[in-house]
């Protein structure tokens, strides 16, 4: 055999490996922080690892299927009410996305590429595959993402309901409309629509890919598998080909990491700790602003600026008692905004100033 494809095996191999231990272990994104390491000890330690560059293509085609599958026609006949929340949530995160990146750039040995991607609000999986075909430190990136990810999924809900315990239900929140209904979901989850999906997400992924747009090929297959969704319900993606996703993406990243990445993670503390502050200030200003000019109670309108995933605040909204349905349209808005447009923006600035 090849050797080639034997250590292609092999990365696969420990990848999964690792990666499912980890997610046993309910670590947030566990499957693609155990491919990574998986993938990177192999790296490291045996010179072992490898990825064809291919695959970069095939998870930004596969997660923009996913993202594209996520919107529903119900969530479209709510798009005229809440596109003025949408406006602030997505100026905020733009402003603290381009604030937060040059400071990072400005206190840290990290590029500005890498700088600004790191603070994308986009999916942990995604978003370092991006990163790295647009030039930066995919691996950095995919740390900053891991740890935004923990914030949203197991500190922020904490430290709002935390608040919202010790603050004094007023009479103005009691009074605020919400909206209760249900989404509609899709019920088409045949093989073929399956099948459909992905050669459409493939074909417009492809063409994407040669018109030189920064992510295109990502881009592209969000835009064609939403136009399949909404205008002839027949798109599906099972979540077992997300989690294939996540460790391919790991799997890749993994196996560009050597011993000097890992040595130079002590530079990320800073970065890092200007992350974790700039969300947290979001959360709270940004909430605040959505809930006294968008009807939220507070509650909900921090919810809306956590920088989790829309499935995991479908589980921690209703795990808090939180019952409108906005909170999970804007979430995936959000996802299909923030990663259909920052990079392009990102991209714009790096020309800007000849990055």
């Keep these: 055999m090849n050797m080639t494809y034997l250590y292609l095996l092999l990365t696969l191999l420990i990848g999964t490996l690792v990666g499912l231990v980890i997610n046993r272990l309910k670590v947030p994104g566990g499957l693609l922080v155990g491919a990574i390491v998986g993938a990177a000890l192999l790296n490291i330690f045996f010179s072992a690892a490898y990825m064809p560059n291919q695959t970069k293509l095939l998870v930004q085609i596969i997660a923009g299927a996913f993202i594209g599958c996520s919107m529903e026609k119900s969530d479209v006949k709510r798009l005229p009410k809440i596109i003025k929340p949408t406006m602030i949530m997505i100026s905020a995160l733009l402003i603290l996305n381009l604030t937060a990146g040059v400071l990072i750039h400005?206190?840290?040995?990290?590029?500005?590429?890498?700088?600004?991607?790191?603070?994308?609000?986009?999916?942990?999986?995604?978003?370092?595959?991006?990163?790295?075909?647009?030039?930066?430190?995919?691996?950095?990136?995919?740390?900053?993402?891991?740890v935004r990810q923990v914030l949203g999924i197991g500190v922020?809900?904490?430290?709002?309901?935390?608040?919202?315990?010790?603050?004094?239900?007023?009479?103005?929140d009691s009074s605020?409309?919400?909206?209760?209904?249900?989404?509609?979901?899709?019920?088409?989850?045949?093989?073929?629509?399956?099948?459909?999906?992905?050669?459409?997400?493939?074909?417009?992924?492809?063409?994407?890919?040669?018109?030189?747009?920064?992510?295109?090929?990502?881009?592209?297959?969000?835009?064609?598998?939403?136009?399949?969704?909404?205008l002839f319900d027949f798109a599906y993606m099972p979540k077992w080909l997300k989690k294939f996703?996540?460790?391919?993406?790991?799997?890749?990243?993994?196996?560009?990491?050597?011993?000097?990445?890992?040595?130079?993670?002590?530079?990320?503390?800073?970065?890092?700790?200007?992350?974790?502050?700039?969300?947290?200030?979001?959360?709270?200003?940004?909430?605040?602003?959505l809930s006294k000019t968008c009807g939220f109670t507070r509650k909900e309108a921090m919810l809306i600026t956590t920088p989790a995933g829309a499935s995991d605040m479908a589980l921690i909204s209703s795990d808090m008692g939180v019952e409108n349905t906005d909170v999970i349209i804007l979430q995936i808005l959000r996802a299909v905004i923030v990663m259909t447009f920052f990079p392009q923006i990102i991209n714009f600035i790096m020309y800007l100033f000849g990055g």
């Excluded at 075909?133 to 995919?142: E, F, H, N, S």
């Excluded at 922020?156 to 103005?172: A, V």
């Design 156 to 172: 922020f809900p904490l430290l709002i309901r935390t608040y919202d315990d010790r603050r004094k239900k007023s009479e103005e």
């Design 245 to 289: 996703a996540q460790i391919l993406s790991g799997c890749y990243l993994g196996s560009t990491i050597i011993m000097s990445d890992v040595l130079d993670l002590r530079y990320l503390l800073i970065p890092l700790f200007i992350i974790i502050i700039g969300y947290m200030a979001n959360c709270f200003i940004t909430g605040i602003i």
């Design 176 to 230: 605020k409309e919400t909206y209760k209904e249900k989404r509609h979901k899709s019920k088409t989850k045949s093989w073929q629509a399956l099948i459909s999906t992905l050669v459409v997400a493939a074909i417009f992924g492809l063409i994407g890919n040669k018109t030189g747009i920064p992510a295109g090929a990502f881009v592209f297959s969000i835009a064609s598998v939403l136009i399949l969704k909404l």
């Design 106 to 146: 400005l206190s840290s040995p990290l590029d500005l590429v890498t700088s600004f991607m790191s603070v994308v609000p986009g999916g942990i999986s995604d978003t370092p595959i991006i990163a790295d075909v647009m030039g930066a430190d995919g691996p950095k990136v995919a740390v900053m993402q891991i």
